[in-house]
């Protein structure tokens, strides 16, 4: 959430920020609202501390008259009606603080300078790893090869749950377990993460921390179960993230990186009849998430190093992939900067999106209450987080099936995941 004294400090700066973001005509709207409630609310706080100050003064004054044996009628009148002005004041305060925090929650993050402007046609490749293959035959899609395997069974996920839902079967379970494994044990091997095992289901405390509440539900993207004040969660970013809310960090233990798994629940109620086929598009997806926490001077350099860590499992995959720089109105609501990484799938002819990899700078610690202590007796300042995928795996599952692809149908696997797997290639 933006810091209400940088917007009042810097508002055509905020303005300018927000003029590349997805609804900026809303967000312009909701600045000009939240500056003019900020006048009222100064207005306000200083009315009511000038009444608690005549409050006080009346009430020496009440008890001067008492000990004198004085009449006290008039002071304690004006002491009744300057009680009530108060209490009117308070609920004008609280009415528009109301308003004020309900604009605030749902302003995004203000994009990095270095962020191109524009929407998604704005997208920069800053570099790409690999070659898309060209086999002399051609490359079938995964919805077509991976049942024929027995590796996924599109019929027998909709018949238990319905469209956007998957079941592995087989190999292509084995697979799938093979992926977070090995992807597990490469961050906290190889990259130095500490490996955490989050609950599945998470608070609304939890949503609004890392911004998906209140934007996320509204969209109507999230499984919510109402009836417990819970939500399947959308991303292991949810509750990893939200391990320290409302904590106060000593500064050497920064910084802090977590690897998790969790199934990732998402309704992504606007893109349906989008991109639906086989694994391109569903409810229900498992994601091995990294999550950083770390010192605002640190975290520009963070983010480079974490989308490197989610590169290193494509490379190990021999996945051909793009990284691509989001412009601002293609920028996830909590993110200032963010990399996407695609992964070229031939059976279908297109790039996959397989990571976001983003520095969400100190806004999502504002909403959480997230701070360090630099060093022992300083002020405590908000922290930055960051996050990844590390990586998704519907998408680098069916990367996997097209590229590993070969003449007779068979798919080879690759050679990182042959000992979780116990197989070299899928064949019938």
Same mark, same amino acid.
């Given at each position: #959430?933006?810091?209400?004294?940088?917007?009042?400090?810097?508002?055509?700066? !905020? *303005?300018?920020?927000?003029?590349g973001r997805s609804g900026a005509q809303a967000h312009d709207e909701a600045i000009t609202r939240i500056l003019e409630i900020d006048v009222e609310r100064r207005a306000l706080i200083a009315e009511g501390d000038g009444l608690r100050a005549r409050r006080n003064e009346v009430s020496r004054a009440v008890g001067v008259a008492r000990k004198e044996g004085r009449s006290s009628d008039e002071a304690i009148e004006e002491m009744r009606v300057v009680n009530s002005q108060i209490g009117e004041v308070d609920d004008q305060l609280r009415e528009i603080e109301t308003e004020s925090d309900g604009l605030l929650q749902r302003i995004p993050n203000l994009p990095d300078p270095s962020v191109p402007v524009g929407g998604e @046609? $704005?997208?920069? &490749? &800053? *570099? $790409?790893?690999?070659?898309?293959?060209q086999p002399d035959f051609e490359v079938r899609p995964h919805w077509e090869v991976g049942p024929e395997l027995g590796l996924i069974d599109l019929p027998m996920g909709a018949k238990v749950a319905g469209s956007g839902f998957v079941a592995f079967r087989g190999p292509g379970a084995r697979l799938r377990r093979a992926l977070i494994d090995w992807m597990i044990d490469l961050h906290v091997e190889e990259h130095g993460y500490t490996e955490v095992s989050p609950p599945f289901m998470v608070n609304?405390?939890? #949503?609004?921390?890392?911004?998906?509440?209140?934007?996320?539900? @509204?969209?109507?993207? +999230?499984?919510? =179960? $109402?009836?417990?004040?819970?939500? #399947?969660?959308?991303?292991?970013?949810?509750?990893?993230t939200n391990f320290h809310r409302d904590e106060l960090l000593e500064g050497a233990r920064l910084p802090i990186s977590y690897v998790a798994y969790s199934p990732c629940f998402r309704r992504e109620a606007g893109a349906a009849g989008k991109d639906t086929r086989g694994l391109l598009r569903v409810h229900q997806f498992d994601k091995v998430e990294l999550v950083r926490f770390e010192r605002p001077s640190d975290s520009? +350099?963070?983010? @480079?190093?974490?989308?490197?860590?989610? @590169?290193?499992?494509?490379?190990? =995959?021999?996945?051909?992939?793009?990284?691509?720089? =989001?412009?601002?109105?293609?920028?996830?609501?909590?993110? *200032?900067?963010?990399y996407d990484l695609e992964v070229w799938a031939p059976g279908v002819g297109r790039w996959l999106e397989v990571s976001s990899s983003s520095n969400c700078g100190d806004f999502q610690a504002r909403r959480a209450g997230i701070r360090f202590r630099a060093a022992p007796g300083e002020k405590p300042e908000f922290l930055h987080t960051l996050n990844a995928?590390? !990586?998704?795996?519907? *998408?680098?599952?069916? +990367?996997?099936?097209?590229?590993?692809?070969? +003449?007779?149908? $068979?798919? !080879?696997?690759?050679e990182v995941l042959r000992p979780y797997v116990g197989t070299d290639i899928f064949q019938r």
């Open positions: #959430m933006l810091d209400i004294r940088w917007i009042r400090q810097n508002p055509d700066e !905020v *303005r300018a920020a927000l003029a @046609e $704005s997208n920069t &490749v &800053v *570099r $790409s790893w690999g070659e898309p293959r609304q405390d939890a #949503m609004f921390g890392t911004g998906q509440y209140p934007k996320f539900v @509204e969209d109507g993207d +999230a499984y919510e =179960l $109402s009836r417990d004040g819970l939500f #399947m969660v959308p991303t292991a970013e949810v509750p990893v520009g +350099a963070a983010l @480079e190093k974490l989308t490197g860590h989610a @590169e290193r499992v494509l490379q190990l =995959l021999g996945l051909p992939y793009r990284v691509l720089l =989001l412009a601002s109105g293609d920028t996830g609501f909590s993110s *200032r900067k963010t995928s590390g !990586v998704a795996l519907p *998408r680098t599952i069916v +990367a996997i099936i097209e590229n590993g692809q070969q +003449a007779d149908g $068979s798919v !080879v696997v690759p």
